[in-house]
């Protein structure tokens, strides 16, 4: 009998071992996935600021292209009604003279 609770207690002692270092393990396992899931997160915020920064350069970029190009329209306009008066005072020049 006392052979038989000497078995026993050694059977409770190994169990209660494995379920300690399963609990470890698991704990374990819980600490990766969390820190892996904690760097993820990290680096999807990262992307998300990267991605944010590029598009508001990319709208400053457009803005600055646009505003460019109103210039040069506008530049070109102004240029092409100095020649059309000039043009025209040209002609009336002549007719007067004629």
Known sequence: MKNQNEK???E???????????ARLL???????????AREQEIEKAQKIKEDQRA???AEGEARELAKEKARKEA???????IAEDQEARRLK???ID
Do not use: G, V
Not at 12 to 20: A, S
Not at 31 to 36: D, E, L, M, N
Not at 76 to 82: G, M, P, S
């Open 56 to 58: 508001r350069d990319r």
């Open 27 to 37: 704990a374990k396992q819980k600490a990766k996935t969390q820190a892996y899931l």
């Open 12 to 22: 409770t002692i190994r169990i209660e071992k494995l379920n300690t270092d399963e």
């Open 76 to 82: 070109y306009q102004a240029r092409e009604k100095k």
């Open 8 to 10: 026993s207690d050694k």
């Open 94 to 96: 002549n007719k007067k």
